[in-house]
């Protein structure tokens, strides 16, 4: 007797509700179990670990930090992902996540248009980041900019380790975990179930951006973050293969955190790294075209 809570056999809001229960299973699950492990890694009790104390930004707590960060991120998105796709998924619906499907020339096709986005990209996140609510929403603007500093001062704590060791592990918790994490949830799961409830592909594309920017929890950043997603929504839908937008999510990340390093390392003000938004407007309309033009080519290659 077929499985009736398969995706396929069950209406999208039935399977939507099923992974987010799914999410919020593994998540605390993974909180639990890296607070048992952390307790031998970190000679912290077991209460210790829920103060407050133990979560500031400080640099005697960044190495548990970082390691939360990598098991929280593991148990709210992989892992949860990996047990939907194996156990709810049907095979013609695994199947159209294209696992075994990668053509080397799109892949590098898609690596193109992500750098060929970067002015669009900067100009985003300087307009956005010079963003002002309403007067009658000032506290909420001000609580915003509080959450937006408290993350950017979480960021500037991981960058302060200038060694290669450092490096990597950045890389592994910023570029690699999120790359897999986040594109298995929104270009993948999620895809498929809203694939199923719109069925309009371009509609999914933007719908499952819109999630994958409102998870962030960053206003300031909403609309670069938006445009990406809609980005790898489109690499997903051109080429067919999950692997595509998990592989540019990672050099957009991994890109990010290797300049990052490069400058504490050598020293160079964060501010003539992040030069976002500096670009000439003829830099920021030439990107456009060029962001057109490659998803048209790469449109051609694969034939879609």
């Not at 039935?14 to 970190?42: E, S």
């Not at 991981?158 to 490096?167: A, E, I, S, Y």
């Not at 890389?171 to 694939?195: D, N, S, T, W």
Request: net charge neutral.
């Amino acid at each position: 007797m077929p499985n009736p809570l398969l995706t396929g056999q069950s209406h999208p809001f039935k399977a939507f509700l099923l992974f987010l229960l799914l999410l919020l299973i593994c998540g605390l699950l993974f909180n639990l179990m890296g607070a048992l492990m952390a307790i031998p890694l970190f000679g912290m009790s077991f209460s210790e670990l829920f103060t407050a104390s133990a979560t500031d930004a400080t640099p005697e707590n960044v190495a548990f930090i970082k390691y939360y960060q990598i098991v929280n991120h593991l148990g709210m998105f992989t892992v949860p992902s990996v047990l939907y796709i194996r156990v709810f998924m049907r095979p013609v619906d695994v199947e159209m996540l294209g696992f075994k499907r990668l053509n080397f020339f799109s892949l590098l096709a898609s690596v193109l248009i992500l750098f060929a986005a970067l002015p669009f990209t900067n100009r985003l996140i300087m307009w956005n980041a010079s963003m002002h609510l309403p007067d009658f929403l000032g506290q909420v603007e001000e609580m915003m900019r509080k959450l937006e500093d408290s993350a950017a001062g979480m960021t500037t704590l991981f960058f302060q380790d200038t060694r290669v060791k450092g490096l990597w592990v950045n890389i592994f918790m910023i570029a690699l975990v999120p790359a897999v994490g986040e594109e298995l949830v929104f270009r993948g799961v999620l895809f498929r179930i809203f694939h199923k409830w719109i069925r309009n592909v371009h509609g999914v594309v933007v719908v499952t951006a819109l999630l994958f920017s409102f998870m962030h929890m960053q206003f300031y950043g909403f609309f670069p973050r938006l445009f990406l997603g809609i980005m790898f929504g489109y690499l997903f839908v051109f080429t067919r293969s999950i692997w595509v937008p998990m592989f540019v999510h990672f050099i957009n990340n991994g890109t990010a955190v290797i300049s990052a390093w490069y400058g504490q390392r050598e020293g160079i003000p964060w501010e003539e790294i992040d030069r976002a938004g500096s670009e000439p407007t003829v830099a920021v309309l030439l990107s456009i075209v060029f962001i057109f033009i490659l998803f048209g080519l790469l449109r051609k290659m694969e034939r879609v």
